[in-house]
């Protein structure tokens, strides 16, 4: 934020005391041009210059399949390293091993549309309930100060970045995790031991927790289910978000089950439910008032009526002059739905916040950094989430800016990659360059992993099956 300058006037006057700030306030725009990057979206505008470089983190999902390294999800890390910033959605439970590995958030089913339940919308200005009051809209949530980074020159320019000031509204699911950590290999047909617990996950809904926890006016449009929905909504108020979300009568909320063995790797089970369901019948064009920036978890993309829900949602934003941005989600679905098909129909975005696998994928070359200037060409900004590495951004294809790893214990890696989108989204929309952000998204990863559990407010004391209520 920017001070009013004293006028002169004789004689001269007592200097003015400003009013002290208020927590959780909108955050204000900054001044401070950069050079614009070409985007085929809705611009990005370019906020304050050069940023003092520091060190940071980000962490990719490691899809299925995927070979360890060659990914934003890094499958081995020892104690004391950087962590994973993957996008499952899954709380890991006491004793789980300082890995850092990552794991992509469920593969969705098809699932054809569901007739709208009943709405939970969230009016404004409404204290937050943390009892489990449906459709209650939390006060302006007070921002979280990052922690301290060390410092890793940054390679160029900032980049071309969001609008500073205004609203988030993600796009995206509300999960039930389940995790079961298990030290020895599951044994088929016989009972293997293994730490078991329960918490909210979701990729668009640990983003918008993340964002609102840092300070963000955040809302976030999903669909629940009919069997956890108050519990859901419950816990998205307490982390400040506003939900706007419609209560599937017929379908459960989405659910995974995260099998993680000792070295952090995770088979997940998965069931769309009422996520799968979400469709433009969810969506009210008042959703964008005082927004300025729509985020999409990619996992929207991936139903028929979430697609038709994602297209008018860009249009949406686009005639509204709002920036757009997509997290991939993951490759297994990727591949699934059709690279050059998600390219086509992402293509409104201006910003593209993959790991590094989903950089490779969505490219075909076997260099993120590659990827990201490719990506860039099309979208305008890549942010490519590179595990230890850090993350690096490229804007108008060239890279602009870079951030090292901030190494922590990783205690679970669930949501690090939702964490760092969150930290990055909401320093631009705080007015930060380029290489601050970055920093900020690798530090919203770092603090991720050493909780439980993929949202924020769960300390490592928190290792209950069933740490909060649900219906």
């Known amino acids: ?85 993957g996008d499952a959605q899954g709380g890991s439970p006491q004793g789980a091993s300082p890995t850092a590995a ?19 919308e969230t009016p404004e200005e409404t204290p937050p309930n943390p009892g489990g009051a449906q459709g209650e809209a939390p006060e302006e949530a007070s921002p979280d100060a990052a922690g301290a980074h ?13 609008v500073g000031g205004g609203g988030l509204l993600v796009v995206g699911d509300v999960v039930t995790d389940v995790v079961a950590l298990h030290s020895a290999p599951v044994a088929p047909g016989t009972d293997t031991a293994a730490d078991i617990a329960l918490r909210p996950g979701g990729s668009g809904a640990n983003t918008a927790s993340w964002a609102a926890h840092l300070g963000a006016d955040t809302r976030l449009l999903t669909r629940l289910g009919y069997d956890s929905s108050e519990w859901h909504t419950a816990e998205l108020v307490r982390a400040g978000v506003r939900p706007h979300a419609q209560v599937d009568p017929t379908h459960p909320t989405a659910v995974v089950i995260a099998m993680v063995d000792a070295t952090g790797e995770r088979s997940m089970l998965t069931n769309r439910g009422a996520g799968g369901q979400i469709s433009p019948a969810d969506w009210d064009d008042a959703f964008l008032d005082g927004v300025a920036l729509l985020h999409l978890s990619g996992y929207t993309f991936f139903t028929g009526p979430g697609l038709a829900l994602a297209r008018l949602a860009m249009e949406r ?90 190494r922590v214990h990783a205690l679970d890696t669930t949501g690090a990659g939702d964490a760092f989108a969150a930290g990055y989204l909401t320093a631009r929309l705080n007015g930060e360059g380029e290489a601050a952000a970055l920093r900020a998204g690798c ?21 209950r099956l069933y740490p909060i209520h649900a219906d």
């Open 102 to 120: 990552g794991a992509q958030d469920e593969a969705p089913e098809k699932a054809s549309p569901d007739p709208a339940g009943a709405q939970h």
């Open 150 to 162: 060390g410092e890793v020159p940054e390679r160029a320019a900032s980049a071309a970045g969001v």
């Open 317 to 406: 934003a686009t005639a509204a002059g709002i920036a757009i941005s997509v997290d991939p989600a993951s490759t297994g679905p990727l591949r699934e739905f059709g690279v050059e098909r998600f390219l086509d129909e992402s293509a409104p975005a201006g910003l593209i916040i993959p790991n590094r696998d989903e950089a490779l994928v969505l490219t075909g070359v076997g260099d993120p950094e590659r990827a990201a200037e490719l990506l860039s060409e099309r979208y305008g900004t890549a942010v490519v989430k590179l595990g230890s590495q850090g993350a690096l951004s490229a804007s108008g294809g060239r890279i602009v800016a870079a951030a090292e790893g901030v």
């Open 1 to 85: 934020m920017t001070d009013a300058a004293q006028p002169p006037a004789p004689p001269p006057a007592p200097p003015a005391t400003p009013e002290p700030a208020t927590p959780g306030a909108p955050l204000s725009s900054v001044a401070g041009p950069d050079t614009p990057e070409p985007s085929p979206s809705a611009p990005l505008p370019s906020v304050a210059g050069p940023d003092t470089p520091d060190a940071a983190h980000a962490r990719g999902g490691s899809p299925e399949g995927a070979s360890p390294n060659a990914s934003g999800a890094q499958d081995e890390t020892p104690e004391e390293t950087s962590p994973d910033m």
């Open 443 to 463: 530090q919203a990863g770092a603090e991720c992993v050493a909780l439980v559990g993929g949202r924020p407010r769960y300390g490592l004391e928190v290792h």
